[in-house]
């Protein structure tokens, strides 16, 4: 089993960064394919990015491409969101979720774990 949780959210302006971490304990982590994912008040979840298990390939929804970037250390078991010149509209909470079997998907359900989130809240 493994139980991912999320870190690193908080507080910013309008043009600020953070960095988010998706740490996991448990084995197996490494060959996992993680998603990450925000929900803000009265919308649905959205997939922002992804990245495969060996961090080679990365996927960014467009809302966010240029200005996030997914990263990962398996020997830390751990996958990072590092956002940049973030925007009111990033305001949500931000949740990682892993696929046991090396997969990625824009879907949420499909995932084997989920973290519980962290909030993100961007001023303008």
């Known amino acids: 089993q493994v139980q991912l949780v999320e870190s690193g959210g908080g507080l910013v302006q309008a043009g600020g960064s953070l960095r988010l971490s998706c740490a996991a304990s448990g084995r197996g982590f490494s060959i996992y394919g993680v998603g990450w994912f925000r929900q803000a008040p009265g919308k649905e979840r959205e997939c922002i990015g992804t990245?495969?298990?060996?961090?080679?390939?990365?996927y960014y929804e467009d809302s966010v491409k240029g200005r996030f970037t997914i990263s990962r250390d398996n020997v830390k078991n751990t996958v990072y969101l590092q956002m940049n010149s973030l925007k009111p509209e990033d305001t949500a909470v931000y949740y990682c979720a892993a696929d046991r079997q090396g997969r990625v998907y824009g879907v949420g359900r499909l995932y084997d774990y989920w973290g519980q989130g962290t909030q993100v809240t961007v001023s303008s």
């Open positions: 990245i495969s298990w060996s961090g080679d390939t990365t």
